[in-house]
């Protein structure tokens, strides 16, 4: 499958065609997407029809939009059966594509959607720039209501932890950035706080944004909530945080699930105003989207503004962030396969 082979061997996979056509094919898989080859205007149609079937790594199973079809979800079917889930939200001036580095996720965080459901596999680095590639076509072919026809910001925040799957994500990395022309500025790596994985990823030659998933500022309470902590607790992901933003000089970002009574306190706050000012890190918070197993309730409004209120009065950069699609299981934490017919659940 053309996606499936590393773009630099596609030569090998369609032997005895000239190079030229490959190049041109290549082109068209990672240059000018497009959802079908038809679309392939100047490649031969016995050559076209040789790669219909197989053009994507997966089947759209489902398709869902909301926000005014400014939003869309996509449910990716592999052949093998596993699920992959990613969201395209569109905005007057950008466009952001949430992609999957995994089936199912074996972190287990507690208000995770994701980490309920299990682990099911890695994604092959294929599969990963395929999400890439087919939400291109999209908006080139059929497009969003007022919103750029491109993708202009990626970030690995859908299903999966990408620093647990390292080296197919570096791989999809690399083929974004190396043979799709994307730049890897547009595109942010957010992990639960893998730190060997953030430590490699700091070494490698793309400054991509870093996004650090903590919604606690005490091992005690993030260990409860994130169980990874306890193998990589705080303090040894603020020292990987800290490496990574003085080798890239790219400004870190804090995701922050408001859960209420759990980690909207005052003294959350304060202590999390301590860490983003030693990171110089920008914090997001974002309301808890109610998964089906979450004990968990999303902090109200107004705690979310007291909370960040006490971050600006300590000089720390905060957003709040929106959330899109909920009334399709699309927001933030709320991806994994309900379907129920996954390989799992079988
Ligand atoms: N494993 C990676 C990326 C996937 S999760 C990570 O943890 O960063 C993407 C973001 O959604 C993370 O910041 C995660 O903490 C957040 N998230 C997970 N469940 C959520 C929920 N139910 N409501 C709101 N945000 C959630």
Not at 151 to 172: C, H, Q, S, W
Not at 187 to 203: C, E, K, M, N, Y
Request: glycine content about 6%.
């Amino acid at each position: 499958m053309p996606y499936l082979t590393p773009p630099e061997e596609l030569g090998t996979y369609f032997e005895g065609e000239p190079t030229y056509r490959v190049d041109q094919l290549r082109e068209w898989l990672y240059e000018h997407p497009v959802l079908k080859t038809v679309d392939m205007t100047n490649l031969p149609i016995a050559f076209r029809e040789r790669i219909a079937g197989s053009l994507w790594p997966f089947e759209v199973e489902m398709e869902q939009s909301s926000d005014q079809g400014t939003t869309r979800k996509w449910l990716f079917r592999a052949r093998d059966g596993a699920a992959i889930e990613s969201v395209l939200m569109g905005y007057p001036k950008r466009t952001t594509l949430c992609i999957s580095s995994q089936a199912g996720c074996a972190l287990a965080c507690t208000f995770c959607a994701t980490g309920q459901f299990g682990f099911e596999r890695h994604l092959d680095a294929g599969e990963i720039v395929a999400q890439v590639a087919y939400a291109q076509a999209f908006l080139r072919q059929i497009g969003m209501p007022g919103v750029p026809d491109h993708i202009t910001n990626i970030v690995f925040m859908g299903m999966g932890e990408p620093l647990a799957n390292y080296d197919r994500v570096r791989e999809a990395i690399r083929r974004m950035v190396e043979v799709m022309g994307i730049s890897a500025r547009s595109i942010t790596v957010s992990t639960v706080g893998i730190v060997p994985g953030i430590r490699r990823l700091a070494d490698e030659p793309w400054p991509v944004y870093l996004a650090i998933s903590m919604h606690a500022a005490d091992d005690e309470l993030r260990t409860s909530l994130v169980p990874i902590n306890k193998r990589y607790p705080l303090a040894m992901l603020e020292e990987a945080a800290a490496e990574y933003f003085e080798k890239k000089r790219r400004r870190l970002s804090i995701e922050w699930t408001m859960m209420d009574g759990v980690n909207d306190t005052e003294d959350q706050a304060f202590k999390l105003a301590a860490i983003a000012r030693r990171l110089h890190a920008h914090v997001n918070l974002i309301a808890l989207n109610p998964t089906p197993l979450t004990a968990e309730k999303a902090s109200s409004e107004s705690r979310i503004n007291e909370f960040a209120r006490i971050l600006k009065g300590e000089k720390v950069n905060v957003t709040i962030r929106d959330t899109r699609g909920q009334d399709i299981d699309a927001a933030c934490g709320q991806l994994r396969v309900i379907a129920g017919n996954s390989r799992k659940s079988d």
